[in-house]
């Protein structure tokens, strides 16, 4: 492991934790047409400047409904489909924050600054914490940095934070990608990156980065972070992985407020943005085929060091109790290209197991009620992959098939209306960061909830459980990232490996599905 850099840039002393109102900005991205082809700086940053006026407004709106920090999505001001070489005009040399600058003021320190000036002068005119995504280029030299790419420039995905007088507190750089590079390089070493407000303290991430340990688990346990703010351009698989259940699991996995932007584009199917805290939500629709931004706007208490007593809650038993008695198994592939083994969730009640190599997952269950159309099942899954992003996974989970034939169960399902009137999940998994999700949905308008005040949830068992759902449920799963995810260890040799074109081809098929039901509402 490289070591840490740790950044933590503090404007006043340590305060307690207050309420107080935050925003997050879902921005409908304007990329160019021709980003494949070279541009000017002027022209870049006049392209730019469509994004950028954007969250200048948003800024000024948010500021005047009292909320005193604002974050936009990742690539919410380069755009998307750039080249690595493309990408040079639309990179600005982002300095180290301890030199105590403030753009907005002093424009002229360093050159070739204008997105950072812009930033900047938005937070002062609007008195409001600004958190936005760009590009920061850094020279390196290939003959004395073992990392240093071979055109002898880092070009990182990058975090900025800049005060609500304009001061830029906190930079960071993005350490896991997915399917960026060569475009971006990852940050060479673990950067873990907080800042402190007068209404408390921040952590930043950039969206893959939320499913590692490092930095993510690292900030809120050794570094006291108890609010996660994330910048995210995260697609929408149905039905999980969605970005609102990550940021949701997060939040109730770690007992934190998470802080979440992403973008809404529709080409490559992403949306949902949420606050997420452990006494409230709110979230976007994650209709990615909207062509309307969307602000949202929420209380939220900066200290959520509370003194909750931890769930203790009763497991089935041991694995080898959970392996002899396996139901009736099949197998499938999830949609987005994951292996999966599955079993019925049959009657009204029940108690269903099954297998997946070395994961195993249990269910005990009771609908409140149960359509007869809709087959449930409780499948099993471990999933390695090394592009387009380093990370091994594993999960249990609970979803409907999209018809009553079995080998429609891994595909997409956007809605249901069965309800469970209790429902007991435990994993089986191997050591990692564990994540728990619930989310039912609303109605026809892509709106879901991720029901995190309604499930107990004990992570040294890896159970979940409910009897307080009175939603139609679409998903509930246990989801674990395993520590072996680090780009430095080995893949297991028992996981299957998915490539780019297998991704590419599932998320056509999903969006075209999404399409079709979205067209005729």
């Given at each position: 492991?490289?070591?840490?850099?740790?950044?933590?840039?503090?404007?006043?002393?340590?305060?307690?934790?207050?309420?107080?109102?935050?925003?997050?900005?879902?921005?409908?991205?304007?990329?160019?047409?021709?980003?494949?082809?070279?541009?000017?700086?002027?022209?870049a940053f006049s392209f730019m400047l469509t994004n950028l006026q954007v969250l200048a407004r948003e800024a000024r709106t948010s500021a005047h409904q009292g909320a005193r920090l604002i974050v936009f999505p990742e690539y919410g001001i380069t755009g998307f489909d750039h080249s690595r070489d493309t990408m040079q005009p639309f990179l600005e040399d982002v300095p180290d924050p301890a030199v105590a600058w403030n753009p907005c003021e002093d424009p002229e320190r360093f050159a070739h600054t204008s997105v950072l000036r812009?930033?900047?002068?938005?937070?002062?005119?609007?008195?409001?914490?600004?958190?936005?995504?760009?590009?920061?280029?850094?020279?390196?030299?290939?003959?004395?940095?073992?990392?240093?790419?071979?055109?002898?420039?880092?070009?990182?995905?990058?975090?900025?934070?800049?005060?609500?007088?304009?001061?830029?507190?906190?930079?960071?750089?993005?350490?896991?990608?997915?399917?960026?590079?060569?475009?971006?390089?990852?940050?060479?070493?673990?950067?873990?990156?907080?800042?402190?407000?007068?209404?408390?303290?921040?952590?930043?991430?950039?969206?893959?980065?939320?499913?590692?340990?490092?930095?993510?688990?690292?900030?809120?346990?050794?570094?006291?972070?108890?609010?996660?703010?994330?910048?995210?351009?995260?697609?929408?698989?149905?039905?999980?992985?969605?970005?609102?259940?990550?940021?949701?699991?997060?939040?109730?996995?770690?007992?934190?407020?998470?802080?979440?932007?992403?973008?809404?584009?529709?080409?490559?199917?992403?949306?949902?943005?949420?606050?997420?805290?452990?006494?409230?939500?709110?979230?976007?629709?994650?209709?990615?085929?909207?062509?309307?931004?969307?602000?949202?706007?929420?209380?939220?208490?900066?200290?959520?060091?509370?003194?909750?007593?931890?769930?203790?809650?009763?497991?089935?038993?041991?694995?080898?109790?959970?392996?002899?008695?396996?139901?009736?198994?099949?197998?499938?592939?999830?949609?987005?290209?994951?292996?999966?083994?599955?079993?019925?969730?049959?009657?009204?009640?029940?108690?269903?197991?099954?297998?997946?190599?070395?994961?195993?997952?249990?269910?005990?269950?009771?609908?409140?009620?149960?359509?007869?159309?809709?087959?449930?099942?409780?499948?099993?899954?471990?999933?390695?992959?090394?592009?387009?992003?380093?990370?091994?996974?594993?999960?249990?989970?609970?979803?409907?098939?999209?018809?009553?034939?079995?080998?429609?169960?891994?595909?997409?399902?956007?809605?249901?209306?069965?309800?469970?009137?209790?429902?007991?999940?435990?994993?089986?998994?191997?050591?990692?960061?564990?994540?728990?999700?619930?989310?039912?949905?609303?109605?026809?308008?892509?709106?879901?909830?991720?029901?995190?005040?309604?499930?107990?949830?004990?992570?040294?068992?890896?159970?979940?459980?409910?009897?307080?759902?009175?939603?139609?449920?679409?998903?509930?799963?246990?989801?674990?990232?395993?520590?072996?995810?680090?780009?430095?260890?080995?893949?297991?040799?028992?996981?299957?490996?998915?490539?780019?074109?297998?991704?590419?081809?599932?998320?056509v098929f999903i969006s075209q599905k999404f399409i079709l039901k979205w067209s005729v509402h």
């Amino acid at each position: 492991m490289l070591k840490g850099v740790v950044y933590t840039l503090a404007t006043i002393s340590m305060v307690m934790g207050v309420r107080v109102k935050v925003a997050v900005y879902e921005h409908v991205v304007k990329s160019p047409v021709n980003a494949s082809e070279y541009f000017t700086r002027h022209e870049a940053f006049s392209f730019m400047l469509t994004n950028l006026q954007v969250l200048a407004r948003e800024a000024r709106t948010s500021a005047h409904q009292g909320a005193r920090l604002i974050v936009f999505p990742e690539y919410g001001i380069t755009g998307f489909d750039h080249s690595r070489d493309t990408m040079q005009p639309f990179l600005e040399d982002v300095p180290d924050p301890a030199v105590a600058w403030n753009p907005c003021e002093d424009p002229e320190r360093f050159a070739h600054t204008s997105v950072l000036r812009y930033i900047s002068c938005a937070a002062k005119n609007s008195s409001i914490y600004i958190i936005a995504n760009m590009g920061d280029v850094k020279q390196c030299d290939v003959h004395k940095e073992k990392s240093c790419p071979s055109d002898g420039r880092y070009q990182f995905n990058t975090n900025v934070v800049f005060s609500a007088t304009g001061n830029l507190v906190a930079r960071y750089h993005k350490r896991h990608m997915y399917d960026e590079t060569p475009l971006f390089d990852p940050s060479p070493t673990d950067e873990y990156v907080t800042f402190e407000t007068p209404f408390g303290k921040f952590g930043t991430v950039v969206c893959f980065d939320l499913l590692h340990y490092y930095p993510t688990q690292e900030l809120i346990l050794k570094h006291g972070v108890r609010n996660i703010i994330v910048t995210s351009a995260w697609n929408v698989f149905y039905p999980f992985v969605t970005p609102l259940q990550m940021y949701a699991g997060l939040s109730k996995r770690n007992h934190v407020t998470v802080i979440a932007a992403n973008i809404r584009n529709h080409e490559y199917g992403m949306a949902g943005s949420g606050i997420f805290s452990p006494e409230s939500e709110t979230s976007t629709s994650t209709d990615f085929m909207s062509s309307q931004g969307a602000l949202l706007i929420s209380e939220v208490n900066t200290d959520t060091t509370t003194n909750d007593v931890l769930e203790d809650l009763k497991s089935f038993g041991p694995i080898s109790k959970i392996r002899s008695n396996l139901n009736e198994s099949y197998t499938d592939t999830y949609d987005y290209g994951m292996n999966m083994t599955f079993a019925v969730l049959e009657g009204q009640s029940g108690f269903v197991a099954t297998c997946f190599d070395n994961v195993c997952c249990a269910v005990q269950f009771q609908f409140r009620e149960r359509a007869i159309d809709e087959m449930y099942i409780l499948s099993a899954s471990d999933f390695a992959n090394d592009y387009p992003g380093i990370i091994h996974l594993q999960f249990c989970a609970i979803h409907r098939c999209s018809s009553q034939q079995l080998d429609s169960c891994g595909e997409a399902v956007f809605d249901t209306s069965s309800i469970f009137s209790f429902l007991k999940l435990q994993a089986y998994f191997d050591p990692g960061v564990l994540f728990p999700f619930a989310s039912s949905s609303a109605s026809d308008n892509f709106q879901f909830y991720m029901e995190q005040e309604k499930y107990s949830f004990d992570e040294k068992a890896a159970i979940l459980q409910s009897s307080s759902f009175d939603r139609p449920m679409l998903a509930v799963v246990l989801f674990n990232s395993l520590y072996e995810d680090e780009p430095h260890m080995g893949m297991s040799s028992r996981a299957n490996s998915v490539t780019a074109h297998l991704l590419i081809q599932v998320f056509v098929f999903i969006s075209q599905k999404f399409i079709l039901k979205w067209s005729v509402h």
